[in-house]
């Protein structure tokens, strides 16, 4: 049987993700919204979902899951949608180096 992870979105951000109007598409998701919250085994994700309901850890509006294959599934209002993670961009420091001047000199060719 297949394995899941859970990620649960925390508070503050799954506040404005219910209240957000619904997009159709995928849902791009921050890892900082979201707290690690183990693993479960089902068929699949509404079967993990109907594992959990009912029960104090039941999926909640906002809540991730993520299949071993890296299939990332949001729970929504209709349903599981697609999600993507978005990772913030990762900066060299080289952004504010100024830019060199003139052209490469051409030595191999004899100019220069």
């Known amino acids: 049987m297949p ?16 209240w957000a ?34 029960t104090e850890g ?14 990332i599934r949001i729970c929504k209002y209709v349903g599981f949608e697609e999600a993507r993670w978005v990772l913030p961009e990762v900066k060299s420091g080289l952004e504010s180096a100024p830019l060199a001047a003139g052209s490469p000199v051409m030595q191999s060719a004899g100019l220069g």
Do not use: C
């Open 58 to 71: 039941a999926l909640e509006i906002g809540d991730v899951l993520e299949s071993e294959a890296g299939e």
């Open 21 to 54: 109007p619904h997009t159709s598409g995928v849902t791009a998701i921050k890892p900082r919204d979201f707290d690690p919250a183990g693993e479960l085994q089902a068929a699949g994700f509404y079967d993990a979902w109907m594992n959990l309901r009912g």
């Open 3 to 18: 394995l899941f992870r859970l990620h649960r979105m925390k508070e503050v951000p799954r506040q404005q993700f219910r």
